[in-house]
């Protein structure tokens, strides 16, 4: 069982940065591959990111490549998101999600993974 709290959003302007964070319970939270997820108003959540457990292999979305980057401290168990030159698009509420260790594509699905967070809102303005 791991329990998921995020952090760290906000308002901020186009062109502006925020760094999420994704606080995981229990002990085992270097086992699962993590994923960072987003659901704007009136759209489906789609994938933004995720890393692996232990080797930290990561995949981004198309539309957040090079601006974004995951990172995880396993020894703090906390899942991190740096988002930089944000633009309004990036409007959504964020989540990051925990899944079992399997191979980068499965990252992508959000059914595979099991935990969830409650989700932080993320707002840039124009």
């Known amino acids: 069982q791991v329990q998921l709290v995020e952090s760290g959003g906000g308002l901020v302007q186009v062109g502006g940065s925020l760094r999420l964070s994704c606080a995981a319970s229990g002990r085992t939270f270097s086992t699962y591959a993590m994923g960072w997820f987003r659901q704007a108003p009136g759209k489906e959540r789609e994938f933004v990111g995720g890393?692996?457990?232990?080797?930290?292999?990561?995949r981004y979305a198309d539309s957040v490549k090079g601006r974004f980057a995951i990172s995880r401290d396993n020894a703090k168990n906390t899942l991190y998101l740096q988002m930089n030159s944000l633009k309004p698009e990036d409007t959504a509420v964020y989540y990051c999600?925990?899944?079992?260790?399997?191979?980068?594509?499965?990252?992508?699905?959000?059914?595979?993974?099991?935990?969830w967070g409650q989700g932080t809102q993320v707002t840039v303005s124009s």
């Open positions: 890393i692996s457990g232990i080797g930290g292999s990561t």
């Open positions: 999600a925990a899944k079992a260790p399997g191979t980068i594509a499965t990252m992508i699905p959000a059914r595979n993974y099991d935990y």
